[in-house]
């Protein structure tokens, strides 16, 4: 790959042998070598180098110290081998979003009137103003006059490039705020090397070749390295190889490790070897064209062929930005819609994100299709009746001949009623609306920001909004996860505090120390605080560091233990999952004999203990008996009290008994010898509480998830206030949930599972597959009014598939491993219950800043139509001029959604029930709204608009001729207008009835000045707009008539909160959602891509819209030729340039092989808090995984 110099900057490439000089191995032998596996892989290893010692020395490396860390030696590293970092691809300029923007439909025909209407201003036929073409020449005034024609097209161009800018502005910035966004997630990545014998985190970007990189369960490998130690290391290659099983890596046999990849088992160490865009990962991404060079091919290319479905790609890339495409504007997408149909694809497969639209935008999308056909009709209509009665005036009435020098000037009047009908479409077309949806997340996003909430998918904050279940996890997001040992059983005797060291025998001590110290992972400790007088820090698996807390507690250090027996001397690791829920660690004695430590959930490792130690530390029989008495007495005890217990045992296999067999696990896992049982106390967050009742008053159900003992589960739930005494609720064990859900043939049934979700609270003993099950069949639960909406959190890597499943998947930003936080859709930065409260907060604000926002739209939209209409059928004109219109346009859209969509969240969000996925946008109360301010303005309207000239004595502007000037009739009327619009705006702050619309104003800035912005914009305007606005200065009292009619609004919207909304029993609701039957069909298609309805009915009604805008297909074929092309090399704007965010992507997973990745079902029987396992397929498509390999969060 030497040859990408040329395309990338020096600091990424491969300089060409200047710096290799300095190590005894090149970049092409490492990349050479990292191409082969297993056993091809360690004979190159021996014949090339000898060993990976020796490759370490080669890299002037220590195996046991690392790098320096040395800035020098860095930067030489990366000058030979290059940096770990993947350039991102390059973001579309300023320049193609504007000329995106300009592929809107209605602009288009708006530029070509404008061009047409410019042209006929310009061209004065010989004779043309002769009596012969009757009054339609008459009325100009003077020379002046008939000269400023082009003012009107000319303006019109001019507001079609302002909105142009506009739109792509906002389009930039969103872009920009993604890169952002994605900057941040990619510099939080960190991973764990050795520098200087110190262990240390260093950003992903900063790793180099030559670190000695450590790695443990729940990894994703940011770099290529070759394995130096390893124990019992278990690695799912699927996202690179598409091969399911998880492959086993040992020094023997396979010891290269590849970057994407994810640790599913196990621990080890590993020396970088290749970094960036050397790495298979790197070179994957070469081959995808992520170097400039190639994508220019690309788009140079597919110019030629320009397939549709890039477009498709890259709108289903992922669920951000690009999912709000669909609303941009209703005709941008029919006009790809069209070049399909001309291509004549033989199947079209409607191309839908993966995970279901979000509710919002499937409501959006269907409303936004209604309004447009409407105001097509609308418009058409009113282009029709403006030509018809033209000509029967005058050729009819008038009894006139077309006569071919009057041919200009009659066709000057078709272009000017072809603009009236233009902007009629302008106003009706609600384009601010994915505007508004894109402005309202974007602040959100940002906001959320500084509650702790990192959203990775836009749609996730809205939909959180909806939230009508959240399936927490216990450790860490309920509790503090901090783990202390509160309580212990050693030697016969049960001690509820722990014990003073002179109270326990010597010798049981010792084995106790021993046991906790080198049977737990050598990455776990315990350090001194960070600031003087605060708790010692824990790094680490928690359960571990609350043991080795303990041996503190005894007086003891472990770290001399460990010094005495480094990790290399362990003879064999078993390590943490949930399928064993323990942990043990052999070691071989200097005799030839072995000793086993083992600890693990207590009633797993209890039932395979034989022997205990007694008073005197010496062991004595221990049988069933004895063991159930003890879990009476001392395990269910301390369960109650809401601790986790934990079993500490060991064996010990005599010399003469010969190796044991290590891979018959169920052998060797038996005959222990109990040492002692601790209970564990993680205390609950102080703020989980009320959190948790804020969520009941909010109506959302709070359940808990954990792997833990269903005593302490019932013992925090109730502490929590999920469970409230007296209430009639369940508490199940994950084998009692099984057995209750699925049938005699072992499937789950959703039956079975409808009987039993609505009651449950807390699911105890849990394997990742019971999540994924329960998540599964809430989602598609069909009881109740509404489908659920279902937020889960996740710490693990097996939690992926419900993180996955779940309408919004949260995870742990400080215990969350790598594979979690790809699977979720936004990450807890300070794992805390409460921020998931806020970001439902957020997301309710969302979908009521949007509701604001149409309140307030609908209202111009209405308005503005009806007015253009009549006036136009009444008057041959409309009272409303293109220019006009477009800036009401602009109030309306890009003004308005900046100032309703960022208002803040309050409190009283929190107060109602969630909306649900079928309750719609527009409720009846908003309708209302809508309605009754459409009244107040259309009366005020059409009074001015008919006997304006008469209330303040001024000339008629009815009927005036073509080209005539702007009249102060016309003015007027379009300034109270803009004024009703203003005052309107601040009602629109209310969309619940609420009487005080003033009420927290002052906490959004933006909408202050966008209503000051605005009204000193009309003002300037009005005064000096001149003939391009069509307008002529107002007098003082004018505009004060002007300001007072607008202040109406505020009085009138007083009266219309007054009427009650139950007794309009003619009111309809407006952008429905999805109703139960359609859900019912959705299950049908369950295996086939989810088709969303509104996104069906987009394509009937494009198909529709088509019909009327033919006359610019040719347009529309250049439109979409570059469109294409455009996307063909682009990605969507989250831009995949990080290693990690390009791994686990599911569309590197081949469904076949997704679920042949699903082992059987077995019974998992009990377990300690589960953490997760493979999520590189997303269960998106066919049907989800069932049982997941598993592994646990108190890696014990």
């Not at 209890?606 to 069933?624: A, N």
């Not at 001392?634 to 601790?643: K, N």
């Not at 009249?967 to 803009?978: C, D, G, K, R």
């Not at 396992?1173 to 049907?1183: D, K, M, R, T, V």
Request: proline residues 5%; hydrophobic residues 40%; aromatic residues 6%.
């Amino acid at each position: 790959m030497a040859n990408n110099t040329a395309d990338h900057p020096q600091g990424n490439s491969v300089a060409e042998g200047n710096h290799d000089g300095d190590f005894g191995v090149t970049m092409t032998d490492l990349k050479g070598l990292m191409e082969l596996r297993s056993a091809e892989a360690v004979g190159k290893i021996r014949d090339n180098f000898g060993d990976v010692q020796s490759i370490c020395r080669r890299l002037k490396t220590s195996p046991i110290e690392g790098l320096s860390g040395n800035p020098v030696d860095l930067e030489k590293r990366h000058a030979a081998f290059g940096k770990n970092f993947i350039p991102p691809k390059k973001a579309k300029t300023f320049l193609q979003l504007v000329w995106e923007a300009l592929q809107d439909v209605t602009l288009i025909i708006l530029e070509i009137a404008a061009i047409i209407s410019l042209g006929l201003s310009f061209y004065h036929p010989p004779g043309g103003d002769s009596e012969a073409c009757g009054q339609v020449a008459g009325g100009v005034e003077d020379e002046g006059e008939s000269q400023a024609g082009w003012i009107e097209g000319a303006a019109i161009l001019f507001s079609v490039i302002i909105v142009v800018l506009v739109t792509a502005f906002n389009d930039w910035s969103k872009e920009k705020q993604f890169r952002g966004l994605q900057s941040r997630i990619e510099q939080e990545q960190k991973f764990t090397v050795i520098r200087k014998g110190q262990v240390i985190q260093v950003p992903v970007a900063e790793i180099v070749v030559g670190d000695i990189a450590q790695i443990k369960y729940g990894d994703l490998l940011p770099a290529d390295g070759i394995l130096i130690q390893g124990n019992d290391l278990k690695i799912d290659e699927s996202s690179l190889t598409g091969e399911s099983d998880h492959v086993r890596k040992s020094l023997e046999k396979d010891p290269m490790l590849l970057s994407g990849t994810h640790v599913m088992e196990g621990s080890g160490r590993m020396v970088v070897s290749a970094v960036g865009l050397n790495s298979q990962t790197g070179i994957i991404f070469t081959l995808l064209g992520a170097s400039e060079h190639d994508e220019e091919k690309k788009v140079k290319k597919s110019k030629k062929q320009g397939p549709p479905e890039n477009r498709n790609k890259a709108k289903t890339r992922d669920g951000i930005a690009l999912e709000i495409q669909p609303l941009k504007s209703d005709e941008a997408a029919e006009s790809e819609e069209k070049e399909e149909k001309e291509e004549a694809k033989p199947v079209k497969k409607v191309n839908v994100t993966k995970k279901e639209k979000s509710v919002l935008q499937g409501k959006l999308t269907r409303l936004a299709v209604q309004i447009g056909k409407a105001g097509l009709i609308m418009s058409a209509v009113t282009v029709i009746i403006l030509i018809l009665y033209f000509v029967i005036d005058t050729f009819g009435i008038q009894g006139r001949t077309w006569v071919a020098e009057c041919t200009p000037i009659y066709i000057q009047y078709f272009v000017k009623f072809f603009i009236i009908g233009v902007t009629v479409l302008v106003v009706a077309v609600p384009e601010g609306l994915p505007l508004a949806v894109t402005i309202s997340l974007a602040y959100s996003v940002k906001k959320m920001m500084k509650d702790n909430n990192l959203v990775r998918h836009l749609d996730a904050c809205e939909t959180m909004g909806n939230a009508t279940a959240i399936c927490s996890d216990k450790t860490g997001t309920l509790t503090m996860n901090r783990m202390t040992v509160v309580q212990a059983y050693i030697g016969d005797t049960h001690y509820k505090t722990v014990p003073e060291p002179e109270a326990i025998k010597p010798e049981t001590l010792e084995v106790l120390v021993n046991s906790i110290s080198i049977n737990s992972a050598y990455t776990t400790k315990i350090l001194p605080p960070e600031k003087e007088g605060g708790l010692p820090r824990h790094v680490g698996n928690k359960t571990e560091c609350a043991l080795l807390g303990l041996v503190l507690e005894v007086k003891r250090d472990y770290q001399p233990i460990r010094d005495e027996i480094p990790e290399e001397k362990l003879y064999k690791v078993y390590t943490f999952n949930s399928s064993r829920k323990s942990m043990s660690t052999v070691l071989k004695n200097a005799d030839g004999g072995f000793r086993m430590y083992s600890k693990g959930a207590s009633e797993i490792v209890l039932r395979k203990c034989s022997r205990i130690l007694d008073t005197q530390g010496q062991p004595r029989v221990f049988k069933p008996k004895d063991r159930d008495e003890m879990v009476r007495k001392v395990i269910e005890p301390m369960a109650c009290d809401g601790l986790r217990t934990i079993c500490v045992a060991y064996r010990d296999f005599p010399a003469e008994g010969g190796e044991p067999a290590w891979d018959n696990e169920n052998e060797i896992l038996n005959e222990l010898t109990c040492i002692a049982v601790v209970g564990i106390e993680d205390p609950v967050r102080p703020e989980v509480p009320e959190a948790i009742s804020k969520c009941q008053r909010a109506g959302i159900t709070v359940r808990m998830v954990t792997g833990d003992n269903i005593n302490t589960a019932r013992a925090i739930a109730t502490k929590c206030g999920i469970l409230l005494p007296g209430e009639d609720f369940l508490c199940l064990e994950g084998k009692e949930f099984n057995q209750q859900i699925r049938n005699d043939q072992g499937e789950v049934e959703q039956e079975r599972l409808d009987k039993v979700w609505p009651k449950l609270r807390v699911l105890a003993r849990s394997s990742p597959t019971d999540k994924h099950t329960l998540v599964k069949g809430i989602i598609d639960s069909t009881v109740g009014e509404t489908r659920q909406v279902v937020a889960v959190t996740g710490d693990g890597t097996n939690d992926g598939p419900a993180l996955k499943k779940a309408d919004v998947g949260f995870a742990m930003g400080i215990a969350g491993t790598d594979v979690a936080k790809e699977a979720s859709d936004i990450i807890l930065t300070d794992d805390n219950f409460t921020s998931i409260v806020k970001a439902v907060m957020w997301g309710r604000n969302v979908y009521d800043s949007i509701s604001k926002f149409l309140q307030f739209q609908l209202t111009v939209n209405v308005v503005a139509v009806i007015v253009a209409f009549t006036g136009a059928c009444i008057t041959q004109d409309s009272p409303l001029k293109a220019v006009q219109m477009l800036w009401v346009n602009l109030i309306m859209d890009t003004l308005a959604s900046l100032a309703l969509a960022t208002e803040p969240p309050t409190d009283s969000l929190l107060l109602r029930k969630p909306y649900g996925r079928n309750k719609p946008l527009i409720s009846r109360t908003m309708m209302k709204n809508i309605l009754g301010h459409a009244v107040y303005q259309l009366v005020i309207i059409f009074t001015l608009l008919f006997a304006g000239e008469k209330i303040f004595d001024i000339d008629n502007g009815r009927n005036s001729p073509l080209h005539s000037p702007p009249s102060e009739h016309y003015t007027i009327v379009f300034n109270v207008f803009v004024m009703m619009q203003l005052f309107n705006e601040i009602n629109a702050r209310k969309i619940h009835g609420e009487r005080n619309v003033f009420e927290g104003i002052y906490r959004n800035p933006i909408f202050c000045s966008v209503v000051l912005g605005t009204f000193c914009l009309q003002i300037i305007i009005v005064q000096f707009g001149g003939k391009p606005f069509s307008c002529t200065a107002l007098t003082i009292d004018h505009w004060l008539w002007c300001v007072f009619i607008g202040v109406g609004e505020l009085l009138w919207g007083q009266l219309v909160t007054s009427v009650p909304t139950h007794r309009l029993k003619f009111l309809k609701e407006a952008g429905h959602g999805i109703t139960k039957e359609e859900i019912h069909e959705e299950e049908l298609t369950e295996g086939a891509d989810e088709i969303d309805h509104a996104e069906m009915e987009l394509r009937r009604g494009q198909i529709l819209w088509f019909r009327g805008l033919n006359r610019i297909q040719t347009q529309i074929k250049v439109v979409n030729a570059f469109r294409s092309s455009l996307y063909a090399g682009l990605e969507s704007p989250e831009s995949r340039s990080s290693i990690h965010s390009f791994m686990a992507h599911p569309e590197f997973v081949p469904l076949s092989e997704e679920e042949a990745r699903i082992p059987p079902i077995e019974e998992t029987g009990d377990e300690i808090e589960p953490l997760p396992s493979s999520s590189s397929g997303a269960s998106g498509g066919g049907e989800p995984p069932s049982t997941f390999p598993q592994s646990c969060e108190s890696s014990i």
